[in-house]
């Protein structure tokens, strides 16, 4: 069983560009969650879709966001790219709603952006 | 303000001996733990987790504990392996993760030869 997809693996932007990030669940999973992974702050959530739908949203700006497709592949976006977007985006996927029941999270290798 | 804190960024631990990585949080409303161990280059991976409703959870050589009136959750690795050492994610939710999983900034875990 294949597990979750996460392209492009690296990438390099510069300030202000925008970029788009793209992860494929495992299949049957129609949650799909994305984190922000930085060395200062840790994981931190960002959204979640599950059944193309965002359910919950974390704290942060509006030039992130995301959409799920009706195959549940996911696809984020960072508009006007600042510095400290610099971070591995990691994408997990699972059954149900991220944290319902058991909370289990099935992770990608992640996105490694670097703004310049 | 960190919800989770995992205040020992890395702990050496000799091989064969107890691991014991900590995590405190401060949100009461919290119901569900989980520990994830992350390797360089990969996603993280799922260890154990542990419902509010319980004070441990043993799975092989990982046991997690929780102290719920101290709002303090330690995983005990009993023996310690040179695969072991890794970053180990303290993380948790509420209400059927509204807000998703919050997670702590991770413990560097590295075993000793």
């Known amino acids: 069983k294949a597990g979750v997809t996460q392209t492009p693996r690296y990438l390099i932007k510069t300030r202000g560009q925008q970029v788009t990030l793209s992860c494929s669940p495992i299949?049957?999973?129609?949650?799909v969650s994305w984190y922000q992974q930085t060395p200062g702050q840790g994981l931190q959530f960002l959204f979640e879709y599950f059944s193309e739908t965002q359910r919950n949203k974390g704290n942060f700006p509006g030039r992130f966001s995301g959409r799920q497709f009706s195959n549940s592949r996911s696809e984020m976006n960072v508009s006007t790219l600042e510095l400290g977007d610099s971070a591995l985006y990691l994408c997990?996927?699972?059954?149900?709603?991220?944290?319902?029941?058991?909370?289990?999270?099935?992770f990608g290798e992640g996105s490694r952006l670097t703004v310049l | 303000d960190q919800q989770v804190k995992q205040n020992s960024p890395s702990l050496s631990v000799q091989e064969g001996r107890i691991s014991i990585l900590n995590c405190d949080y401060t949100?009461?409303?919290?119901?569900?733990f989980l520990w994830y161990k992350k390797y360089p280059a990969e996603g993280p991976t799922f260890l154990i987790s542990i419902s509010s409703i319980k004070d441990k959870n043993e799975d092989g050589r990982f046991t997690v504990f929780l102290n719920k009136s101290a709002k303090h959750l330690s995983l005990h690795i009993v023996p310690s392996q040179p695969g072991d050492s890794a970053v180990y994610f303290c993380a948790a939710h509420s209400g059927g993760g509204a807000d998703g999983l919050t997670f702590g900034k991770g413990t560097h875990l590295i075993i000793q030869p």
């Open positions: 299949s049957g999973h129609r949650s």
């Open positions: 997990a996927s699972s059954l149900e709603l991220a944290g319902a029941l058991t909370g289990e999270l099935f």
């Open positions: 949100n009461s409303m919290f119901d569900y």
